[in-house]
């Protein structure tokens, strides 16, 4: 079992069985089925899809912790709401693992490994992002975009100075 937190600090629990599997799949009329990770949704596996779509992740991590939410009389839209930017790739990162715990625990190791490979390949993905962001010099572009904006904008008001000079008399 995982524990997500939301944005105040608090926790939730994520926990993958039997029961929480098929309350997922029953309550989204079939389309997240996480006993078969690579079922299409869409164009996409669902795997793919929960890897790279956050909203289709926190969507299928609100049907997991729907009974909790009911307890604290949480709505959907509030949970949502609770969700900040760094909640939802943490709950992505949790999903993930505790999706490979379970098949693990229900010896499908083959369905684990490839879960495995998919969340160290996100990992890897942010880490080669995270670098790459940071080693932008945000000053030097600002400056340079400022610069290219007040040239052009020159060139366009004083195009225009000299095509109304030449027309209106002096």
Same mark, same amino acid.
């Given at each position: 079992?995982?524990?997500?937190?939301?944005?105040?600090?608090?926790?939730?629990?994520?926990?993958?069985?039997?029961?929480?599997?098929?309350?997922?799949?029953?309550?989204?009329?079939?389309?997240?089925?996480?006993?078969?990770?690579?079922?299409?949704?869409?164009?996409?596996?669902?795997?793919?899809?929960?890897?790279?779509?956050?909203?289709?992740?926190?969507?299928?991590?609100?049907?997991?912790? &729907?009974?909790? $939410? /009911?307890?604290?009389? *949480?709505? %959907?839209?509030?949970?949502?709401? =609770?969700?900040a930017a760094d909640c939802l !790739?943490?709950?992505?990162?949790?999903?993930?693992?505790?999706?490979?715990?379970?098949?693990?625990?229900?010896?499908?190791? &083959?369905?684990? $490994? /490839?879960?495995?490979? *998919?969340? %160290?390949?996100?990992?890897?993905? =942010?880490?080669?992002?995270?670098?790459? !962001?940071?080693?932008?010099?945000?000053?030097?572009?600002?400056?340079?975009?400022?610069?290219?904006?007040?040239?052009?904008?020159?060139?366009?008001?004083?195009?225009?100075?000299?095509?109304?000079?030449?027309?209106?008399?002096?």
């Amino acid at each position: 079992m995982k524990t997500i937190v939301d944005k105040t600090g608090q926790g939730w629990e994520l926990s993958l069985t039997i029961g929480a599997v098929k309350r997922v799949r029953d309550r989204s009329g079939g389309r997240f089925d996480l006993l078969d990770p690579q079922r299409k949704v869409g164009d996409r596996d669902l795997f793919e899809l929960l890897d790279t779509d956050l909203a289709e992740c926190w969507e299928v991590v609100w049907l997991l912790v &729907e009974p909790q $939410a /009911a307890k604290r009389d *949480v709505t %959907a839209e509030q949970f949502g709401e =609770l969700m900040a930017a760094d909640c939802l !790739v943490d709950m992505q990162a949790k999903l993930f693992a505790e999706w490979v715990d379970f098949f693990r625990q229900c010896q499908r190791s &083959e369905l684990a $490994a /490839a879960l495995t490979v *998919v969340a %160290a390949a996100r990992a890897k993905l =942010l880490q080669a992002a995270a670098k790459h !962001v940071t080693a932008v010099n945000v000053d030097s572009v600002t400056a340079r975009m400022e610069r290219t904006i007040e040239a052009k904008l020159g060139e366009s008001f004083g195009n225009w100075q000299a095509s109304l000079d030449s027309i209106l008399p002096t």
